[in-house]
Structure formats: structure tokens, C-alpha cells
């Protein structure tokens, strides 16, 4: 299972830098990540429409807190703070 050993994110350039154990790092989009948020809200939400960025409005990253070993909540600038991130969700996430 992959686990981080750093994760930073930048305000300024709005990304989130993930360092794993196998020695990559990834960098994520914050807006990418709003729009690929996994809890139960934004599911269904894009069921019901294609238009992820229509629903789900460029937003940053404000917060990233740890939950247990396995995920991150990360809280959004648009108040969202619901996503709870699993790493093995995180390390799938490719940059579109
Ligand atoms: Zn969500």
C-alpha cells in the first residue's frame, strides 16, 4: 500500500506535493482534486451531471489533516471539507 512520507501544499501555486515511500513524487491540482473529491455528496453529484466543473467550481487547498494511517481530509477554499482522500485514491490521481 502506498504511503506518503511528506505532503506539502503550496498556496501559491495550488498544489499538493505528495513525496511517497517508493521515492516518486506526485503533484496534484487542488482544483483537480475538488473535482475528484470522493465522499458520498460529490458522487452523486456527477451521476447526475458530466459537468464536474460546473458542480464543482475551481477551489483550493486550505487545509490537509491526517486520518488515521490510511487517508487525508483535505478542506477546500470553497468551505467543502468532507473528502476524505485514501493514499491508494491519491496515488491513482493522474494530472489531466
Ligand atoms: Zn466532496
Known sequence: MPYPQALRSDARTALLEIVWDDGTTQQLDGALLRRQCPCADCKS???????????????????????GAYAAQIIFSDGHERGIFPWVYLKELDQE
Not at 453529484?45 to 486520518?67: G, K
Open 45 to 67: 453529484m456527477r451521476q447526475r451531471s458530466s459537468d464536474a466543473l460546473a458542480i464543482h467550481p475551481p477551489a483550493s487547498i486550505t487545509d490537509i489533516r491526517l486520518v
